[in-house]
Nanobody
Framework: VQLQASGGGSAQTGDSLRLSCAAS????????VAWFRQAPGKDREFVAA????????YDADSVKGRFTISRDNAKNTLYLQMNSLKPEDTAVYYC?????????????????????WGQGTLVTVSS
């Protein structure tokens, strides 16, 4: 599975951006697709995930109500709509996918669950 993230850029506080992640290869083998982000000097952080099959969404408290994850299985594309952006949202955003069919509760939020990663797209939010 290959993932290609795009849509990053510069924004100001309160602006919106939409990230896209195009998937190719054996996408039918994936079960959950997700967005992570990594700010300078910090660990990679879970943002949101969505079941490719059921559509169930999981998102981090830090983005709840502002960011919306969605997927279009027909287009093999994952999206992250980011509204009300804040400077602390500045990071490289990565899309990720897993083919695992089971996991423990916190594994879903851990980068280790995801075997497939995109190259990252930079989002910079200024005040």
């Amino acid at each position: 599975v290959q993932l290609q993230a795009s849509g990053g850029g510069s924004a100001q506080t309160g602006d919106s951006l939409r990230l896209s992640c195009a998937a190719s290869g054996r996408t039918s083998s994936t079960t959950v697709v997700a967005w992570f982000r990594q700010a300078p000097g910090k660990d990679r952080e879970f943002v949101a995930a969505i079941s490719r099959i059921t559509g169930i969404i999981y998102d981090a408290d830090s983005v709840k109500g502002r960011f919306t994850i969605s997927r279009d299985n027909a287009k093999n594309t994952l999206y992250l709509q980011m509204n009300s952006l804040k400077p602390e949202d500045t990071a490289v955003y990565y899309c990720a996918a897993t083919a695992r069919t089971s996991w423990s509760g916190i594994e879903l939020y851990s980068a280790g669950l995801y075997a497939y990663w995109g190259q990252g797209t930079l989002v910079t939010v200024s005040s």
